[in-house]
C-alpha cells in the first residue's frame, strides 16, 4: 500500500551529493513531492527532508540506496506519526483588498497565521503548519484576488531521542576502531 | 595516517606524484588541450610511469577495467575535457554496475570558465554522477593530494566501483605544497559492514538442517579475496556450487561440487534445481534478472541465505530470510566453523542426471555436430580450452559467442574471466584483453569476440601494435549480430530486421596493423590452426567461421521461470 514517507538525510557539505541524491528517486521513476535542505545543528552537515508518497518496500529500498553514497553519514525514514513536521507558506494579497473591511483579518486570524509584512501595494501574510492547513488558508484567500503563493517543503523532526552530534561521534570513533 | 615531507610543485606534477604514491605503473589514455599539463609532466616520468596511449578514450577505459579485473590494482585512465571525458561514460557505466575499481582523471576548462560552454566544457560531474561510486571536481592544486587519495581508497574498499575526478586547467597549472597522505577513512563511509556471528549461527543452522542445499556464487568470491575460505566451506558442507557469468573461476570447473553457470544461458541442471533446492545461499551475487528469470517463481520454495557486503543488495530482489552482512573472506571462514561436515550424493547425482541430459540433448550436437554442417561455436572454445588446458585469462565480448566461452570454456585458474557481465558492452574485449594482458604478461590472455563486437572497438588494434602486446584475438565470425538475430528468430517470426552484417575483409585489417592473422573455415584446419595461434609469442588473430544460424541452448526465455529452461 502506498503511504506518505518522510526520508530524511545527514550528509557532508559538498557539491553534487543533491544530484546523487535526487538521481536516486528519478532513477526509480519516483516523483519527490517536496525536498529542503539546510545545515543541521552540527557545523558541515547538512540535513535533507523529503516526502514521497510509495510503498513501503520500496522507500526500504531507496533508503539503502541513499545510505550507500559516500558522503550521506545517514538515512532514515519515518511514517507521519513518529514525527514532529511543518510546512510554511507565504501568501500575497494586493493592500487594498487588505484594507477594504475586516474579512481577511478574520480570516487570518482564525488560521492561525499572521502579516507578516506591509509593503507599498501588497501585504504578505505567513502561516505555519501541515500541508492541509496552508491549503484551507490558501482556499480561503483565494477568493479575494491572492496574486502569490509560494509553500515550502517539510521540515521534520523524529520523535524519538537521539542525537545527532552522538551519532556522529559514534561513526568516527567506530572508525578509528577499525 | 602517513605522513611524508612537503615540497612545492606544479599541480600536474602533484597528479603523477599521487598516481606514483598509490603504487600505479601504469595508466591508460588519450591526451587533449584540457589535460595537457599533466601529459607534460607525463614526459619527465616516463621510467616510472608507462601511459598506454589506446584509440579511443572507451578503448582506455576498458583497458583499464581489465587491468583491474585479473590483478588487484585499480585501473587508471586519463582523458580530456567534452568529448573525451564523454567517451568514458560507457566504461564508467560498465565498471558501476560489475563493481570494477577504477581511477578516471579528466581535464577540465579552467575554472573561471566553468558554465559558460567555453570549448570542450561538458558538465562532466553531471553526466558521470549516476555511473560512479563517486566523482569530485578540483579547482585548487591544493585540492589535489586529497582528492587523489579519497578517490584510490573509495574504488578499492568494500564493493569496488569507479571514481572520476574532474581537474580544472588552473588547477593543473598552479602550484601547491605537496605532501601525500593514504586515504584510510571517511566518516561518512563504512565500506566493510562487519560480521553479526548471530546471523552466521542462523545460517549454519538452516544449512545444517537442510536436505538440498544449493550455493549460488557470484563475483564477490574473487572481489573478496576468498577463494580458500570458498573452497573450505562448500566442501566442508558439500553444497552444490553454481556459478553466475562473473562468479566463474572462483573455483575450477573440474571440482566435482562445481555444478555449472547459471542463468538465461547457463546450463540445465542449476537452473533447473534452483526450484527445488530447499536452502539457497548466494554468496556474492546480486540476483541479476539474468540469473533469475521471473522473479516471483525464483528459488520460491526455498530458505535463502544471502552473504553479501552491500546492504543495499540485501531484499533488493530476493527476500533474504538470513542476510549476513560483511566481507565474505570473514563471513565464510565463519560460516564453515558452524556448519556440519555432510555430503549430499543423492541430490548432487540429481545434477549428473540433468547434466547428461544437458550433454546429450546440447553439447553432443554442438560439439561433435554432422560433418555437412558448418563449424560450431563450442567446438572451437572446447579446442581453445583443451589447448590450454583451462588455465588461459579469458576475456569475452558480448552476444551468442560469450555464452558459448562460458559454457565450454573448461576455467581451471583462479581469476581468469573478464567479460561485460552486468552492462552487457559489446567492444569490451579487444580493449580489455589489452589491459589484461599488460597487468599479467606471464598468463596466456585470449579475447573471443563475435564479428560485430569486434568493429565496435577495432580500431584498439592499433594499440595492440604499437606496444606490441602479445594478446591473442579470436573472433567467431557468423556475419550477424548472432544473439540478437537468435531472439529474432525465436521471438520474432524470424524476421531478421537490421542482424545481418556485411563485413569487410577482417584478414586484411588485422594484417594492416601488422598483426599475424589466420582464417578457418573448414573442420579439419581448426586444430593446426589453434596450435599455431596459442604457440605465437606475439599477438595474433584468428578468425573463425562459424555457423550463420546457429543458436545458443538451453536457455531461459526472458520472463520465464528458470524452472522452464529450454533445451531446443
Ligand atoms: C554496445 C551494444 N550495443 C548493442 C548491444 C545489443 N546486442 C547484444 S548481443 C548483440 C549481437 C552481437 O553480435 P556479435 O558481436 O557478432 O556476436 P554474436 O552474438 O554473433 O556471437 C547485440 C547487438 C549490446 N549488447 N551492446
Known amino acids: 500500500m502506498k503511504k506518505q514517507y518522510t526520508i530524511i538525510v545527514y550528509t557532508e557539505n559538498n557539491i553534487g551529493l543533491m544530484t546523487r541524491i535526487s538521481n536516486v528517486f528519478s532513477r526509480r521513476h519516483v516523483n519527490i513531492e517536496s525536498i529542503t535542505c539546510s545545515e543541521s545543528e552540527v557545523r558541515g552537515v547538512h540535513r535533507f527532508t523529503l516526502v514521497v508518497h510509495v510503498e513501503e518496500e520500496k522507500v526500504i529500498k531507496i533508503v539503502k540506496q541513499i545510505d550507500k553514497q559516500i558522503e550521506v553519514l545517514k538515512a532514515v525514514y519515518h511514517v507521519n506519526d513518529e514525527i514532529v513536521y511543518q510546512e510554511v507558506a507565504l501568501y500575497k494579497i494586493p493592500i487594498n483588498v487588505f484594507s477594504s473591511g475586516k474579512e481577511i483579518e478574520h480570516i487570518v486570524r482564525a488560521h492561525y497565521a499572521r502579516v507578516l509584512a506591509v509593503k507599498g501595494q501588497f501585504v504578505i501574510i505567513e502561516k505555519t503548519g501541515h500541508k492541509e492547513e496552508t491549503q484551507e488558508l490558501f482556499d480561503a484567500l483565494n477568493p479575494y484576488g491572492l496574486i502569490g503563493f509560494v509553500r515550502s517543503g517539510r521540515i521534520a523532526i523524529p520523535k524519538p531521542m537521539e542525537s545527532l552530534k552522538d551519532y556522529i561521534k559514534d561513526l568516527e570513533s567506530s572508525i578509528n576502531q577499525n | ?568
Not at chain 2, 604514491?21 to 584540457?34: C, H, L, Q, S
Open chain 2, 1 to 568: 595516517m602517513v605522513t611524508g615531507k612537503a615540497k612545492v610543485m606544479k599541480g600536474c606534477d602533484a597528479i603523477v606524484e599521487s598516481l606514483l604514491k598509490e603504487g600505479v605503473d601504469t595508466i591508460f589514455g588519450y591526451p587533449g588541450g584540457a589535460i595537457m599539463p599533466v601529459y607534460d609532466s607525463l614526459y619527465d616520468y616516463q621510467d616510472q610511469l608507462k601511459h598506454v596511449l589506446t584509440r579511443h578514450e572507451q578503448g582506455a577505459i576498458h583497458a583499464a577495467q581489465g587491468y583491474a579485473r585479473v590483478s588487484k590494482n585499480v585501473g587508471v585512465c586519463l582523458a580530456t575535457s567534452g568529448p573525451g571525458a564523454t567517451n568514458l561514460i560507457t566504461g564508467l557505466a560498465d565498471a558501476y554496475i560489475d563493481s570494477t575499481p577504477l581511477v578516471c582523471i579528466t581535464g577540465q576548462v579552467a575554472s573561471h570558465l566553468l558554465g559558460t560552454d567555453a570549448f570542450q566544457e561538458t558538465d562532466v560531474l553531471g553526466v558521470s554522477t549516476p555511473v560512479t561510486k563517486w566523482n569530485f571536481q578540483i579547482t585548487k592544486p591544493e585540492e589535489i593530494p586529497g582528492a587523489i587519495a579519497k578517490a584510490f581508497y573509495i574504488a578499492q574498499s568494500g564493493r569496488p566501483g569507479p571514481v572520476l575526478i574532474d581537474i580544472t586547467k588552473d588547477a593543473q597549472f598552479g602550484s601547491l605544497n605537496f605532501k601525500y597522505n593514504k586515504c584510510l577513512e571517511i566518516r561518512s563511509y563504512r565500506p566493510v559492514p562487519s560480521v553479526d556471528l548471530e546471523q552466521v549461527k542462523k545460517a549454519a543452522e538452516l544449512i545444517n538442517n537442510a536436505k538440498r542445499p544449493m550455493v549460488l556464487f557470484g563475483q564477490g568470491v574473487i572481489l573478496g579475496d576468498a577463494k580458500k575460505e570458498f573452497k573450505s566451506f562448500i566442501e566442508k558442507a558439500g553444497i552444490p556450487s553454481a556459478w553466475t557469468i562473473l562468479g566463474v573461476s572462483s573455483i575450477p570447473n573440474e571440482h566435482p561440487l562445481n555444478v555449472g553457470m547459471l542463468g538465461m544461458h547457463g546450463n540445465y541442471a542449476p537452473n533447473k534445481l534452483t526450484s527445488e533446492c530447499d536452502v539457497l545461499i548466494a554468496v556474492g551475487m546480486r540476483f541479476d534478472d539474468r540469473v533469475t528469470g521471473k522473479v516471483s517463481t525464483f528459488a520460491a520454495q526455498a530458505k535463502v541465505i544471502h552473504l553479501e557486503i552491500d546492504p543495499a543488495e540485501i531484499d533488493k530482489i530476493i527476500k533474504a530470510d538470513v542476510a549476513v552482512l560483511g566481507d565474505c573472506k570473514s563471513s565464510l571462514s565463519l560460516l564453515t566453523q558452524y556448519v556440519n561436515s555432510a555430503t549430499h550424493t543423492n541430490w548432487l547425482n540429481k545434477f549428473k542426471e540433468l547434466d547428461t541430459e544437458e550433454y546429450r540433448e546440447v553439447q553432443q550436437k554442438e560439439l561433435i555436430p554432422d560433418t555437412n554442417k558448418k563449424i560450431t561455436m563450442a567446438e572451437v572454445i572446447d579446442a581453445l580450452s583443451v589447448k590450454t588446458n583451462g588455465e588461459a585469462i579469458m576475456v569475452t565480448d558480448v552476444g551468442q559467442h560469450q555464452m558459448v566461452a562460458h559454457r565450454y570454456y573448461q576455467y581451471s585458474s583462479w581469476k581468469s574471466n573478464v567479460t561485460s557481465g552486468g552492462l552487457g558492452t559489446m567492444g569490451f574485449a579487444l580493449p580489455a584483453a589489452l589491459g589484461a594482458k599488460l597487468a599479467q604478461p606471464n598468463r596466456e590472455v585470449i579475447a573471443v569476440i563475435g564479428d560485430g563486437g569486434f568493429q565496435m572497438t577495432i580500431q584498439e588494434l592499433g594499440t595492440i601494435f604499437q606496444y606490441e602486446i602479445p594478446v591473442k584475438i579470436l573472433v567467431l565470425n557468423n556475419e550477424f549480430l548472432g544473439m540478437v538475430r537468435q531472439w529474432q528468430q525465436l521471438f520474432f517470426d524470424k524476421r531478421y530486421a537490421s542482424t545481418e552484417l556485411v563485413n569487410p575483409d577482417f584478414q586484411t585489417i588485422v594484417k594492416g596493423y601488422h598483426i599475424p592473422a589466420e582464417l578457418v573455415d573448414k573442420r579439419e584446419d581448426l586444430s593446426d590452426a589453434m596450435d599455431r595461434f596459442i604457440n605465437s609469442n606475439s599477438s595474433y588473430f584468428l578468425e573463425v567461421r562459424v555457423g550463420k544460424e546457429d543458436n545458443v541452448f538451453p536457455m531461459v526465455p526472458s520472463g520465464s521461470s528458470v524452472s522452464d529452461i529450454r533445451l531446443k
